[in-house]
């Protein structure tokens, strides 16, 4: 069975900073498109950042360029979000997401209805 699960949310003050950590079961993550979303309470779900297979584009939000890195580890199977100088508009449930290789990830984006299975989610509170 093909699963993703989030993991590192929390509380952390503005100016702080989380990981958070998206672990593949059933398949091997390497192979492909993942991407982080987020959905604050009351506001549409968007695009976070996205990498593509072989690291060969790593995308991000304008909103979040420069304070978040998306990185994989093939080792561990899992894909990471580095979130520094956090803001109280970052605050929202983060999921992570795969799509097959090729698929999702362009220069201008993600593409949400390209991605086929999602984790359940990790909430993310930054306090002002």
């Known amino acids: 069975q093909v699963q993703l699960e989030e993991s590192g949310g929390g509380l952390v003050q503005a100016g702080g900073s989380l990981r958070l950590s998206c672990a593949a079961s059933?398949?091997?993550?390497?192979?492909?498109?993942i991407a982080w979303f987020r959905q604050a309470p009351g506001k549409r779900r968007e695009g976070v950042s996205c990498?593509?297979?072989?690291?060969?584009?790593?995308w991000y939000s304008d909103s979040v360029k420069g304070r978040f890195t998306i990185a994989r580890d093939i080792v561990k199977n899992t894909v990471s979000l580095q979130m520094n100088n956090l803001k109280p508009e970052d605050t929202a449930v983060y999921y992570c997401?795969?799509?097959?290789?090729?698929?999702?990830?362009?220069?201008?984006?993600?593409?949400?209805?390209?991605?086929?299975?999602w984790g359940p989610g990790t909430q993310v509170t930054v306090s002002s």
């Open positions: 990498i593509t297979v072989s690291d060969t584009r790593r």
């Open positions: 997401a795969s799509a097959d290789a090729g698929y999702g990830c362009t220069v201008t984006g993600t593409r949400s209805a390209e991605y086929d299975v």
């Open positions: 059933g398949m091997e993550s390497r192979l492909y498109t």
